[in-house]
């Protein structure tokens, strides 16, 4: 097949009747949604006896983390061409091969873990996720793996894979440091909680063809991809696939292989991992060596928490992407909004396009409220270091959060739909149910009616982060009227921007 017959065939496919099988099948047990499915119908919904998900208290931590910060790092930083590593796959053949080859100037002189972590801990942040590898395959950890065949993007007559034996890592640049060690032992200095992503392709490496817009194609792809998969890969390729032959067993067992053992590492290296942070997906064919490799993480490390991308049900939790779900989610799987600060995950040079603290405020009020946290994506620069606006909007947040933290951390959202009236009051509530918290995302003026409020009789109404007591009056037909004194009417005497909390004793109507 060639590459033109291999983007007819994916059309083709791709124009089909999708995910029509699933229809037939069973409600999901303990969960995801059938949407977050779509890409992995050759997953058993129901998991294999031996497999378990993390516990309850893993669960529990997770709920109660509710703010973070997403790090996108990476070879890509060098060049700042869009997002992360995807712009590889419209490059001219040289480029590829000038892209390949960045790790030999990767010297980022002005990282300083440590500093990042203290940056985090000042924004109010209760864990981190970081890109130990993105697509590309590039490690920024001290992997022992070996990588045994890739692209030769210029060789003589057109694009072809050569051998080569390397572990195409940070350890293999000038830099020569294990940034992911160096993360997680300032994260565990500090108690921050730790998500690692892990990208499941690798486009570096060619024993991972053809899954997930790997480079090279080959003649059958449509068998060891999903049809989405094949879509996304006619989509994001267009013309600059390269064909290529199948891969033989041997390729394909030493892929599955590194594969694991780069997990492994992650799990054995680092000490203790509160998240695995899975991306993309491979295919039916490898599904049960892929399996094989989850039930060893559980083995390693029962209790860590991993995204269902790629695995399915045997997840734990998900990440909606550039989006707080418009109402509260009714999965039993729990999950973070993952959003750039900037325009993309990775280093954004410029600053006016920063979304501003406000609007991590906002969406972190709105994503508590659903019963979800927020992990806003900030990337460094080539060089180490976050660009000073994001700094100041991320040290923001964590001013608003010295004030209001105690309706954000470790909360629970109110039960159905009590989880907001109209748009501007979002509610959270406390794990014992004894707290309810109002927070107005816009200042009401000298009186706020809450129809869904009735505070304990003889109770205290409270704004965080102000020593007033608020005179309130209830109305069963109305609700509960909260005055709000007159000199909190000027924005200066507010005890914080964006937001204002209102603490109530009792659940509500």
Not at 155 to 176: H, K, N, Q, W
Not at 222 to 240: F, P
Not at 334 to 342: D, K, N, R
Request: hydrophobic share 35%.
């Amino acid at each position: 097949m060639n590459r033109r017959e291999f983007i007819a065939s994916v059309a083709a496919l791709a124009a089909t009747s999708r995910y029509a099988s699933l229809a037939q099948e069973p409600e999901t047990i303990r969960g995801f949604p059938d949407s977050l499915l779509k890409y992995v119908p050759f997953i058993e919904k129901t998991p294999v006896p031996e497999y378990h998900w993390a516990p309850p208290s893993a669960y529990e931590a997770f709920q109660d983390t509710k703010f973070g910060v997403r790090i996108h790092w990476g070879i890509y930083s060098l060049w700042h061409r869009g997002p992360e590593s995807w712009p590889f796959l419209g490059m001219s053949f040289e480029d590829r091969q000038n892209y390949n080859n960045l790790y030999r100037s990767w010297n980022p002189a002005g990282f300083d873990a440590a500093g990042w972590m203290d940056v985090f801990k000042e924004s109010g942040m209760k864990m981190f996720a970081f890109t130990t590898k993105h697509h590309e395959g590039f490690c920024m950890f001290d992997t022992r793996t070996r990588v045994k065949s890739r692209a030769n993007w210029m060789a003589a007559g057109g694009p072809g894979i050569e051998s080569c034996d390397l572990s195409y890592s940070v350890m293999e640049t000038p830099f020569r440091r294990d940034v992911v060690k160096e993360l997680c032992d300032a994260a565990h200095q500090r108690d921050i909680r730790i998500d690692l992503y892990f990208s499941h392709p690798d486009w570096y490496d060619a024993d991972f063809r053809p899954y997930v817009c790997h480079p090279f194609q080959v003649p059958s792809s449509k068998e060891w991809m999903t049809e989405a998969d094949l879509e996304m890969t006619q989509q994001r390729l267009g013309n600059h696939a390269v064909m290529v032959p199948d891969p033989t067993d041997a390729a394909v067992s030493r892929m599955m292989e590194r594969h694991r053992a780069q997990l492994v590492e992650l799990l054995t290296n680092y000490g203790k991992i509160d998240m695995i942070d899975l991306d993309m997906w491979l295919g039916p064919r490898v599904w049960p060596e892929l399996r094989k490799t989850v039930l060893k993480m559980r083995e390693l490390q029962p209790q860590v928490m991993l995204r269902g991308r790629g695995i399915g049900n045997y997840g734990d939790y998900y990440t909606p992407e550039r989006v707080v779900p418009g109402s509260k989610e009714m999965s039993e799987k729990p999950w973070f909004t993952i959003y750039p600060l900037g325009t993309d995950f990775s280093y954004e040079p410029d600053a006016a396009k920063y979304k501003g603290t406000q609007w991590i405020v906002l969406n972190l009020v709105d994503a508590v409220a659903k019963g979800g946290g927020l992990q806003i994506g900030v990337g460094p620069s080539g060089h180490g270091e976050f660009h000073p606006e994001a700094i100041r909007q991320m040290k923001g947040a964590g001013q608003w959060l010295k004030v209001n933290g105690e309706a954000i951390y470790a909360t629970r959202p109110r039960m159905g739909t009590l989880w907001s009236e109209g748009e501007t009051v979002r509610f959270t509530q406390s794990k014992d149910s004894r707290f309810t918290y109002a927070i107005l995302t816009e200042w009401p003026g000298r009186q706020v009616v809450l129809k869904t409020m009735h505070p304990k009789p003889g109770s205290k109404v409270n704004l965080l982060g102000s020593n007033a007591e608020l005179s309130w009056t209830f109305d069963s037909a109305k609700g509960a009227t909260i005055a709000l004194p007159e000199n909190l009417q000027q924005a200066g005497n507010r005890p914080c921007d964006y937001a204002w909390s209102l603490k109530f004793e009792g659940v509500g109507a």
